[in-house]
Nanobody, 122 residues
Framework: QVQLVESGGALVQPGGSLRLSCATS????????IAWLRQAPGKKREVVLC????????DYADFVEGRFTISRDNAKSTVYLQMYDLKSEDTGVYYC???????????????WGQGTQVTVSA
């Protein structure tokens, strides 16, 4: 059974940092592209970044502006999203998602987590 379980969401002040985790099971992580997506209140879900399995490269949304990075610990089957210099507009539910090999053009991922809430507020 495939599972992706996000954790680490919290209330953080503007300018702060946060690391989210995505614990995976039921599939071989190194063979899968992993993305982090988010959905702000009243807005459409958007891709934050996506890490390709094929070559390890990562595509970033423009709004990331160098503030977020993704990393994998294949031994733990866990993917991390490290976020720095958080802004109020980063508030939302953050999801991890997976699909085989390549990042899709849209949001056509095979597997999804349930999400974790990130709130950036003073």
């Amino acid at each position: 059974q495939v599972q992706l379980v996000e954790s680490g969401g919290a209330l953080v002040q503007p300018g702060g940092s946060l690391r989210l985790s995505c614990a995976t099971s039921g599939f071989t992580l190194p063979y899968y592209a992993i993305a982090w997506l988010r959905q702000a209140p009243g807005k459409k879900r958007e891709v934050v970044l996506c890490n390709f399995a094929s070559d390890g490269s990562t595509d970033y949304a423009d709004f990331v502006e160098g503030r977020f990075t993704i990393s994998r610990d294949n031994a733990k089957s866990t993917v991390y999203l490290q976020m720095y210099d958080l802004k109020s507009e980063d508030t939302g539910v953050y999801y991890c998602a997976a699909t085989r090999d390549y990042c899709p053009r849209g949001q056509e991922f095979d597997y999804w987590g349930q999400g974790t809430q990130v709130t950036v507020s003073a």
